[in-house]
T-cell receptor, first 110, second 111 residues
Framework: NAGVTQTPKFQVLKTGQSMTLQCAQD?????MYWYRQDPGMGLRLIYY???????DKGEVPNGYNVSRLNKREFSLRLESAAPSQTSVYFC?????????FGPGTRLLVL | KNEVEQSPQNLTAQEGEFITINCSYS?????LHWLQQHPGGGIVSLFM???GKKKHGRLIATINIQEKHSSLHITASHPRDSAVYIC?????????????FGKGTKLSVKP
């Protein structure tokens, strides 16, 4: 089992560019989440998907869109990147309250 | 005021010492999590508590619901325990991953 995988590991964007962060899990979990982690702040929830076909906003959804493509995959899209979106992004899935995190994507927006 | 406060923010210990990290929260919760973030950035789940106490190896987590407080203890600390320890809570009615996170406690254990 690979667990939760994320691509890319690192990305540099210019302001206004778009990109999609990919996340996949092979544990057959229903629930998946996208968080961002910024220096001096705790992890914050961007969007989540309780099951295939459903998505909901978290604490900081502005500037992001998500797609739950199937049970395995949950992608996060930045349509027009801004410097404020410079962060480390973590995808996670849950099973009976245990969180499984991906390795993270470090995003720098110039 | 943050809904989840951790103390201390930074902690340096000598190998073998007993370590305590504290977490206080201000909301009603249905679950509290302790997570470990390795120096390389990866995050792993250590415990989920809704009451009482849990133990796994040298790690012990306790929670006092009335006092809205949880502690994470590490016995016989080792340099490999060096990491950021994160407390997170799930409020009533929230989904399993809809957590409120503390800012973390950075632990450094010196040999």
């Amino acid at each position: 089992n690979a667990g939760v995988t994320q691509t890319p590991k690192f990305q540099v964007l210019k302001t206004g560019q778009s990109m999609t962060l990919q996340c996949a899990q092979d544990m057959n979990h229903n629930s998946m989440y996208w968080y961002r982690q910024d220096p001096g702040m705790g992890l914050r929830l961007i969007y989540y998907s309780a099951s295939e076909g459903t998505t909901d906003k978290g604490e900081v959804p502005n500037g992001y869109n998500v797609s739950r493509l199937n049970k395995r995959e949950f992608s996060l899209r930045l349509e027009s990147a801004a410097p404020s979106q410079t962060s480390v992004y973590f995808c996670a899935s849950t099973f009976t309250e245990t969180q499984y995190f991906g390795p993270g994507t470090r995003l720098l927006v110039l | 005021k943050n809904e989840v406060e951790q103390s201390p923010q930074n902690l340096t210990a000598q190998e073998g010492e007993f370590i305590t990290i504290n977490c206080s929260y201000s909301v009603g919760i249905s679950a509290l999590h302790w997570l470990q973030q390795h120096p390389g950035g990866g995050i792993v789940s250590l415990f989920m508590l809704s009451s009482g106490k849990k133990k796994h190896g040298r790690l012990i987590a306790t929670i006092n619901i009335q006092e809205k407080h949880s502690s994470l203890h590490i016995t016989a600390s080792h340099p490999r325990d060096s990491a950021v320890y994160i407390c997170a809570v799930r409020g009533y009615g929230g989904s399993q991953g809809n957590l409120i996170f503390g800012k973390g406690t950075k632990l450094s254990v010196k040999p």
